[in-house]
Protein backbone atom coordinates (compact mmCIF):
# COMPACT_ATOMS: atom_id res chain seq x y z
CA UNK A 1 0.00 0.00 0.00
CA UNK A 2 2.49 2.69 0.99
CA UNK A 3 4.56 1.55 -2.04
CA UNK A 4 1.22 2.13 -4.09
CA UNK A 5 0.65 5.92 -2.96
CA UNK A 6 4.21 6.58 -3.51
CA UNK A 7 3.26 6.99 -6.77
CA UNK A 8 1.26 10.30 -6.49
CA UNK A 9 2.28 13.45 -4.86
CA UNK A 10 0.95 16.57 -2.77
CA UNK A 11 -3.05 16.68 -3.42
CA UNK A 12 -3.24 13.50 -5.21
CA UNK A 13 -1.54 11.49 -2.46
CA UNK A 14 -4.05 12.51 0.43
CA UNK A 15 -7.15 11.89 -1.81
CA UNK A 16 -5.81 8.16 -3.01
CA UNK A 17 -5.16 7.32 0.15
CA UNK A 18 -8.13 8.59 1.78
CA UNK A 19 -10.35 6.20 -0.67
CA UNK A 20 -8.26 2.99 0.38
CA UNK A 21 -8.88 4.06 4.10
CA UNK A 22 -12.58 4.13 3.26
CA UNK A 23 -12.58 1.13 1.25
CA UNK A 24 -10.89 -0.83 4.29
CA UNK A 25 -12.56 0.47 6.81
CA UNK A 26 -15.70 -1.50 4.74
CA UNK A 27 -13.41 -4.81 4.62
CA UNK A 28 -12.54 -4.89 8.43
CA UNK A 29 -16.86 -3.93 9.03
CA UNK A 30 -17.38 -6.95 6.34
CA UNK A 31 -14.79 -9.15 7.70
CA UNK A 32 -12.78 -9.36 4.53
CA UNK A 33 -9.60 -7.87 6.49
CA UNK A 34 -8.54 -7.93 9.90
CA UNK A 35 -6.88 -3.97 10.17
CA UNK A 36 -7.16 -1.25 8.20
CA UNK A 37 -4.04 -1.45 6.28
CA UNK A 38 -4.37 1.92 4.41
CA UNK A 39 -4.28 3.79 7.91
CA UNK A 40 -0.69 2.81 8.83
CA UNK A 41 0.93 4.53 5.54
CA UNK A 42 2.13 8.11 6.68
CA UNK A 43 0.12 11.06 6.51
CA UNK A 44 0.73 13.91 4.26
CA UNK A 45 -0.88 17.39 4.37
CA UNK A 46 -2.45 18.37 1.43
CA UNK A 47 -1.04 21.30 0.24
CA UNK A 48 -2.98 24.86 0.35
CA UNK A 49 -4.44 26.08 -3.03
CA UNK A 50 -2.87 29.41 -3.67
CA UNK A 51 -5.24 31.89 -5.70
CA UNK A 52 -3.92 35.73 -6.04
CA UNK A 53 -5.82 38.60 -5.70
CA UNK A 54 -7.95 40.00 -8.04
CA UNK A 55 -6.55 43.78 -9.54
CA UNK A 56 -9.30 46.19 -10.49
CA UNK A 57 -7.19 46.81 -13.70
CA UNK A 58 -7.08 42.52 -14.07
CA UNK A 59 -10.87 42.84 -13.95
CA UNK A 60 -11.58 45.63 -16.05
CA UNK A 61 -9.37 43.88 -18.76
CA UNK A 62 -11.28 40.64 -18.88
CA UNK A 63 -14.75 43.27 -18.50
CA UNK A 64 -13.37 45.33 -21.41
CA UNK A 65 -12.00 42.26 -23.97
CA UNK A 66 -14.02 41.14 -26.76
CA UNK A 67 -13.93 37.81 -26.11
CA UNK A 68 -16.21 37.98 -22.92
CA UNK A 69 -19.80 37.51 -23.18
CA UNK A 70 -21.99 40.38 -22.50
CA UNK A 71 -23.97 38.29 -19.65
CA UNK A 72 -20.28 37.81 -18.06
CA UNK A 73 -19.55 41.10 -17.66
CA UNK A 74 -22.54 41.69 -16.38
CA UNK A 75 -22.28 39.19 -13.65
CA UNK A 76 -19.02 40.59 -12.94
CA UNK A 77 -20.11 43.71 -12.21
CA UNK A 78 -23.02 42.75 -10.10
CA UNK A 79 -20.65 40.50 -8.03
CA UNK A 80 -17.94 43.58 -7.94
CA UNK A 81 -20.80 46.22 -6.44
CA UNK A 82 -23.02 44.03 -4.67
CA UNK A 83 -20.24 41.63 -2.75
CA UNK A 84 -22.42 38.77 -3.07
CA UNK A 85 -21.53 34.90 -3.28
CA UNK A 86 -21.37 33.16 -6.75
CA UNK A 87 -24.46 31.25 -5.83
CA UNK A 88 -26.35 34.13 -4.81
CA UNK A 89 -25.25 36.07 -8.45
CA UNK A 90 -26.79 33.11 -10.30
CA UNK A 91 -30.03 32.52 -8.40
CA UNK A 92 -31.15 36.60 -8.75
CA UNK A 93 -34.15 36.83 -9.78
CA UNK A 94 -35.68 40.06 -11.51
CA UNK A 95 -38.56 40.14 -8.93
CA UNK A 96 -36.31 41.10 -6.39
CA UNK A 97 -35.34 44.36 -8.29
CA UNK A 98 -37.69 47.73 -7.37
CA UNK A 99 -36.32 50.06 -9.45
CA UNK A 100 -38.95 52.94 -8.42
CA UNK A 101 -37.70 52.49 -5.28
CA UNK A 102 -34.23 51.96 -6.07
CA UNK A 103 -34.00 49.00 -3.88
CA UNK A 104 -32.42 45.08 -4.68
CA UNK A 105 -33.42 42.44 -2.00
CA UNK A 106 -31.30 39.03 -1.51
CA UNK A 107 -31.22 36.80 0.97
CA UNK A 108 -27.70 34.92 1.31
CA UNK A 109 -28.19 31.31 0.55
CA UNK A 110 -24.93 30.31 2.95
CA UNK A 111 -26.61 31.93 5.84
CA UNK A 112 -29.95 30.27 5.44
CA UNK A 113 -28.90 27.33 7.53
CA UNK A 114 -28.30 29.82 10.33
CA UNK A 115 -30.33 30.51 13.68
CA UNK A 116 -30.56 34.05 12.21
CA UNK A 117 -30.68 34.28 8.22
CA UNK A 118 -29.69 36.92 6.51
CA UNK A 119 -31.73 39.01 4.56
CA UNK A 120 -30.60 42.40 2.81
CA UNK A 121 -32.33 45.05 1.10
CA UNK A 122 -30.11 47.08 -0.85
CA UNK A 123 -30.01 50.41 -1.85
CA UNK A 124 -28.69 50.72 -5.13
CA UNK A 125 -25.91 53.03 -6.12
CA UNK A 126 -25.09 54.41 -9.66
CA UNK A 127 -23.04 51.33 -10.36
CA UNK A 128 -25.15 48.59 -9.41
CA UNK A 129 -28.34 50.06 -10.80
CA UNK A 130 -26.59 50.76 -14.48
CA UNK A 131 -25.66 47.40 -14.54
CA UNK A 132 -28.83 45.91 -12.60
CA UNK A 133 -31.18 47.83 -15.23
CA UNK A 134 -29.07 46.31 -18.04
CA UNK A 135 -30.01 42.69 -16.79
CA UNK A 136 -33.64 43.47 -17.05
CA UNK A 137 -33.22 45.34 -20.27
CA UNK A 138 -31.69 42.14 -21.36
CA UNK A 139 -33.81 40.64 -24.98
CA UNK A 140 -33.80 37.44 -24.12
CA UNK A 141 -36.95 36.21 -21.86
CA UNK A 142 -35.56 34.93 -18.20
CA UNK A 143 -36.40 35.11 -14.91
CA UNK A 144 -32.89 35.72 -13.49
CA UNK A 145 -30.63 39.03 -13.63
CA UNK A 146 -28.19 37.02 -15.05
CA UNK A 147 -29.16 34.43 -17.99
CA UNK A 148 -27.69 33.56 -21.18
CA UNK A 149 -28.81 31.94 -24.57
CA UNK A 150 -26.87 28.52 -24.60
CA UNK A 151 -25.27 27.40 -27.73
CA UNK A 152 -26.85 23.55 -27.26
CA UNK A 153 -30.21 22.94 -25.57
CA UNK A 154 -30.24 19.55 -25.21
CA UNK A 155 -32.97 17.83 -23.12
CA UNK A 156 -30.79 16.74 -20.19
CA UNK A 157 -29.14 19.53 -19.66
CA UNK A 158 -32.74 22.06 -19.93
CA UNK A 159 -34.39 19.20 -17.45
CA UNK A 160 -31.25 19.40 -14.93
CA UNK A 161 -31.57 23.39 -14.09
CA UNK A 162 -34.17 25.24 -13.22
CA UNK A 163 -34.65 27.65 -16.75
CA UNK A 164 -33.28 27.00 -20.16
CA UNK A 165 -31.69 29.94 -19.15
CA UNK A 166 -30.04 30.03 -16.03
CA UNK A 167 -26.60 30.11 -15.34
CA UNK A 168 -25.63 27.26 -13.21
CA UNK A 169 -22.54 28.21 -10.26
CA UNK A 170 -19.72 26.09 -11.83
CA UNK A 171 -20.48 26.76 -15.14
CA UNK A 172 -19.55 30.43 -13.91
CA UNK A 173 -16.67 29.37 -12.63
CA UNK A 174 -15.82 27.95 -15.52
CA UNK A 175 -16.52 30.93 -18.49
CA UNK A 176 -14.88 33.47 -16.18
CA UNK A 177 -11.90 31.48 -16.14
CA UNK A 178 -11.76 31.09 -19.65
CA UNK A 179 -12.55 34.71 -20.35
CA UNK A 180 -9.89 35.62 -17.76
CA UNK A 181 -7.15 33.56 -20.20
CA UNK A 182 -8.56 34.34 -23.03
CA UNK A 183 -8.24 38.22 -22.10
CA UNK A 184 -4.77 37.25 -20.73
CA UNK A 185 -5.30 39.53 -17.94
CA UNK A 186 -3.22 37.51 -15.55
CA UNK A 187 -0.73 35.98 -17.93
CA UNK A 188 1.72 36.93 -15.48
CA UNK A 189 0.39 34.17 -13.00
CA UNK A 190 0.83 30.71 -12.85
CA UNK A 191 -2.29 29.02 -14.13
CA UNK A 192 -2.97 27.47 -11.14
CA UNK A 193 -2.77 30.99 -8.97
CA UNK A 194 -4.88 32.47 -11.24
CA UNK A 195 -7.92 34.38 -9.36
CA UNK A 196 -11.63 32.97 -10.01
CA UNK A 197 -14.72 34.81 -10.21
CA UNK A 198 -14.80 33.68 -5.97
CA UNK A 199 -11.97 36.00 -5.33
CA UNK A 200 -14.17 38.94 -7.30
CA UNK A 201 -16.01 39.28 -3.27
CA UNK A 202 -12.67 40.20 -2.05
CA UNK A 203 -11.41 42.79 -4.26
CA UNK A 204 -14.99 44.06 -4.01
CA UNK A 205 -14.69 44.65 -0.58
CA UNK A 206 -11.05 46.15 -0.71
CA UNK A 207 -12.29 48.76 -2.85
CA UNK A 208 -15.46 49.55 -0.79
CA UNK A 209 -12.26 50.16 1.98
CA UNK A 210 -10.32 51.64 -0.24
CA UNK A 211 -13.72 54.45 -1.41
CA UNK A 212 -14.00 54.98 2.52
CA UNK A 213 -16.86 53.18 3.59
CA UNK A 214 -17.03 52.37 6.91
CA UNK A 215 -16.53 48.12 7.85
CA UNK A 216 -20.17 48.46 9.33
CA UNK A 217 -21.30 49.08 6.07
CA UNK A 218 -19.04 46.32 4.33
CA UNK A 219 -19.94 43.88 6.70
CA UNK A 220 -23.60 44.56 6.08
CA UNK A 221 -23.32 44.13 2.47
CA UNK A 222 -21.09 40.95 2.66
CA UNK A 223 -24.02 39.40 4.54
CA UNK A 224 -21.75 38.53 7.57
CA UNK A 225 -24.24 37.83 10.64
CA UNK A 226 -23.18 39.55 13.97
CA UNK A 227 -25.74 40.65 17.18
CA UNK A 228 -26.02 43.79 14.98
CA UNK A 229 -28.02 42.77 12.24
CA UNK A 230 -28.99 39.66 12.86
CA UNK A 231 -32.92 39.73 13.94
CA UNK A 232 -34.24 38.93 10.56
CA UNK A 233 -36.99 36.64 11.74
CA UNK A 234 -39.93 38.26 14.34
CA UNK A 235 -41.34 35.30 15.85
CA UNK A 236 -45.34 35.70 16.43
CA UNK A 237 -48.67 33.35 16.72
CA UNK A 238 -48.61 33.36 13.03
CA UNK A 239 -46.02 33.33 9.82
CA UNK A 240 -42.94 34.00 10.48
CA UNK A 241 -42.55 37.01 8.30
CA UNK A 242 -38.77 38.18 6.74
CA UNK A 243 -37.45 41.19 8.32
CA UNK A 244 -34.91 43.12 5.60
CA UNK A 245 -31.49 44.67 6.97
CA UNK A 246 -31.53 47.43 4.66
CA UNK A 247 -27.85 48.62 2.84
CA UNK A 248 -26.47 50.44 0.35
CA UNK A 249 -24.29 49.94 -2.55
CA UNK A 250 -22.71 52.26 -3.66
CA UNK A 251 -19.01 51.41 -4.75
CA UNK A 252 -17.89 53.69 -7.66
CA UNK A 253 -16.44 51.74 -10.72
Known amino acids: MAEYLDQFSNNAYTKHR ?14 LAERNCAELTLVKKEAEKKRQRHTLEGLQTIIGAATTPPWLKRAIRLALASLQRREDIVTWLKSAVDMDKNTLTVSPGKTQGYDNPVHLKITMGAALREVVGECLRSPL ?52 ERPTFHEIRALGAWLYEQQNFPQEYIQALLGHADEKMTKHYQEGHGDKTIDYVEVSAELAF
Open 18 to 31: GLWVQIFAFAVAKG
Open 141 to 192: VSPYLIHYKPKARRREQIDAKDHWTSVTPDYLTKEFSKARDAAHAYDHVPAG
